[in-house]
């Protein structure tokens, strides 16, 4: 299952120096990579690693070309993490070959759903009435597609995936297993103590080459819909609540949580278990730290932190005690001070 | 698919004020609304909108009637928010009328297990010897109802629901995609730097009424049943550990963690990413803030916040900094006054 | 069902004082058990409800053998809590005695997938090209079992498993419903303002005797593996990142995220809802505290917390703008201190 460096470079680019020949039987991260595997160096801080990595060659920038080929063989590009990028999607077409597009006899497909061409249905997915599969779609098994809901051309769905009524996937997309899109909102009027329930009639509108990560869930919208933006990339176990709008190339890590109608930019990025609260508004190009909680508005690109830093437990104790004595450690220092000005106006 | 504002009058009640014969297409939010769509305004602070909405009639209380009157025609009702949410559930009734029920003969239903009448069961649903389907409900694709376990009259279980072995869902509930009731709860003994298995004997019992949001857990007890209360709403990603108790009405929203053994009140609500620790007990009509660790129990009713507040990342470092400082901070002030104490009575 | 104090005994060992023909209905807590259960006191600080509980026996430490044997029957063994554990495991066995081992003609088996002996495979599971089914391995319905992937001997996948091509779980496994191993790893590199897919080529190594909540997630590493050791639990709704690694006999509680590359020893714990970022590493032994953000390596043993402590809002509201004044109060601090020197080498 190797591969050439030759055959590589032939189909990636980049200037290769030294054994076009070389066979290349897996990548590896820098640390551990032998003589048959191929790692990358994407930034100069990791140049020292240059001289005792094991790996039979290395992809580097240009300013690393020097030092990488006086230890072998090298491959020089302009960009080695997008490089390698682009290497691990070659490489996995060449080792797990795309099958032949089938709609399994056991798939239950309405009679109403459109399906396209060169379009795959895994066992027990269920397709319902008046749904699209678009081109080159692939619905995994146990896979579910709500009564008038769209898949786009290209698009991938994993196993149990459940799309609701009348919503839309864009196109190549990718939704891993247990993925739920058009679930209700969480939508109710308070009435004598019980509450009651607001239908969500609106859908869940995704974008193309969105992915979205196992067991994350998109409420639709309540009257509206919910939108995700293009090139989306949603990590697992995200809670996107109705109404929310997510703007395009922004990216969320692990569970994260949004309120709904909250309003995301484009290019923006949420760290992992962060929170934002509904209704808000964050502009393009905000970053929010991991395990923040964002309970107003951000209008400014940036970096946005909030979380309490870990210690050992006995001086986080101590801290915390005195965090709950604040407001009154700032009176005392106004008091200290007022004294103090007092004694030197005497 | 519009209705006329005579015919959802006639339906809900509500004083007309203006056109009866207007066509709504649609229901939405009063900031977009267009001229052949309902909005409401629930509170007098929205009251500005009213001018310049251009929705074609308003949900108005009477506080606003003149205000809404001279723009044109709305509707006049006590509360028109929970008029609103009993439209929505009007006007989804009136565009997806139900289904008649059917059993999917792709169904596995177990000979000893008990079907009600009307009842509908999808594709692929699998339902354990001994189960029990009340009534006119509702077990869509993939679900799957364990042995014992039981449904009640009117409840609508979405696709790819797992109830475990003997646990038991009330009337006229909702539970979303994904949802996991009556896992195993998380417990073990120690021994010797491993963990031994305490098998969970006891189930969940669900109460009437209560939705569960997608992908939420809910987990059966080690001895007793784990049992969540009539009304409650949890929204979706939820985790509700064993032998936790839910009073009535209690609401939840994503991403909330509740702990073993937890008793929480009736009437409260938490908010998205709170953790509530284990056998701690919660009063009725707390309400705990999104993101916020309860750590000790609660007796009063109120709103309960523990959060570290958002700032820019540079702010943020400096104010974590000090507060590892704090305990030591808080020293120094003191020996300031001692000092400043000494001078005095010098 | 009930099964008489003798026949624990002689399953389970212990000295039974007192009544061996007692029949015990069920196990329960000390604090509502009645005069035909079981309960257990473990620890000498609940001593004090052996005079008061109901229990109609009660499993009890050698220490508290004379209060326990005062008030009636009892069992006394040197570890009432691991007793009662194994208690639980024969109880169940009792009572839910293990199925005639089948696999249902409703699941989809490729023909190429090597099923062990005693195999149980349940309707509408789908086993890929490849896959091996260890001896006594019950794969629940619509679980999926893909390419080249592999389930140990006596491993349990409740219902609606996924378990990804490549991917190994150990042998005497538990893995609850919705539960996704080898979903793709978050691996994405930016290239003018988009993401570029990293595909995750690695697989998901499990060890043996693991057991895995409801929903949870562990992806599959960008080129190792991700791996997870023996004896490791974790509960529901918590996420594992591509190429972490998690040392034996570590525990995690529900809501937990590990970010990618994060290496967590062994017999380590992790609280509800913590979140562990990144490329860290935790040593043996290790415990954070519920809601902890680990945002450094730990290379000591301990327990490590940090958490904004809960307060009523209106304090908290106070406390929190404090704190965000909190590095200007160290400095007028500082400036009170040289001040007062200054006045004291005046």
Redesign the interface.
């Known amino acids: 299952m190797s591969r050439s460096l030759g055959d590589i470079v032939g189909a990636l680019g980049g200037e290769l120096v030294g054994n076009a020949s070389l066979q290349i039987a897996?990548?590896?991260?820098l640390a551990?990579a032998r003589a048959d595997e191929l790692s990358f160096v994407a930034q100069a801080r990791y140049a020292v690693q240059i001289q005792t990595t094991e790996a039979g060659a290395l992809i580097v920038p240009a300013s690393l070309k020097d030092a990488a080929s006086s230890r072998g063989t090298c491959i020089v590009c302009e960009?080695p993490?997008?490089y390698?990028?682009?290497l691990?999607?070659w490489?996995?077409a060449q080792h797990e070959p795309a099958e032949e597009p089938r709609v399994d006899p056991?798939a239950?497909i309405h009679p109403s759903a459109v399906i396209g061409d060169r379009v795959s249905i895994?066992?027990?997915a269920?397709v319902g009435p008046g749904a699209r599969i678009g081109d080159g779609a692939r619905i995994g098994?146990?896979c579910?597609v709500g009564r008038d809901a769209a898949i786009g051309e290209g698009t991938l769905l994993?196993?149990?995936v459940?799309v609701?009524d009348r919503c839309v996937v864009g196109q190549r997309c990718?939704l891993?297993?247990?993925v739920?899109i058009g679930?209700?909102g969480?939508?109710?009027?308070?009435?004598q103590?019980?509450?009651?329930?607001?239908?969500?009639?609106g859908a869940v509108r995704i974008g193309d080459?969105v992915?979205i990560?196992?067991?994350t869930?998109i409420?639709r919208g309540?009257?509206?819909d919910t939108v995700i933006g293009n090139?989306v990339?949603l990590?697992?176990?995200i809670?996107i609540?109705h109404n929310v709008r997510i703007g395009d190339?922004t990216?969320m890590?692990?569970?994260v949580?949004v309120?709904g109608t909250a309003t995301i930019g484009a290019?923006c990025s949420v760290g992992?278990?962060a929170?934002v609260?509904g209704h808000l508004t964050l502009a393009d190009r905000v970053n929010?730290?991991?395990?923040?909680?964002?309970?107003?508005s951000i209008h400014q690109p940036?970096?946005?932190?909030?979380?309490?830093?870990?210690?050992?437990?006995a001086?986080?104790?101590?801290?915390?005690?005195?965090?709950?004595?604040?407001?009154r450690?700032?009176e005392?220092?106004r008091a200290?001070?007022q004294?103090?000005d007092n004694?030197?106006t005497k």
Chains 1, 2, 3 share one sequence.
Request: proline share 5%; with cysteine; charged share 20%.
């Open positions: 897996r990548l590896a991260p551990t960009d993490y997008l390698f990028a682009r691990t999607q490489w996995k056991g239950r895994g066992p027990f269920v098994p146990h579910i994993y196993a149990q459940s609701g990718i891993h297993p247990g739920v679930a209700d969480f939508g109710f009027a308070p009435h103590g019980e509450w009651v329930k607001i239908e969500q009639l080459e992915e990560g196992a067991n869930c409420d309540a009257l509206d090139g990339k990590d697992n176990l809670q609540g190339h990216a890590a692990g569970c949580g309120a290019h992992g278990g929170i609260l929010i730290s991991a395990a923040t909680v964002v309970t107003r940036g970096l946005y932190t909030g979380m309490f830093p870990i210690d050992d437990n001086a986080w104790e101590k801290n915390a005690a005195s965090l709950k004595q604040l407001g450690l700032r005392r220092v200290l001070e004294r103090t004694d030197h």
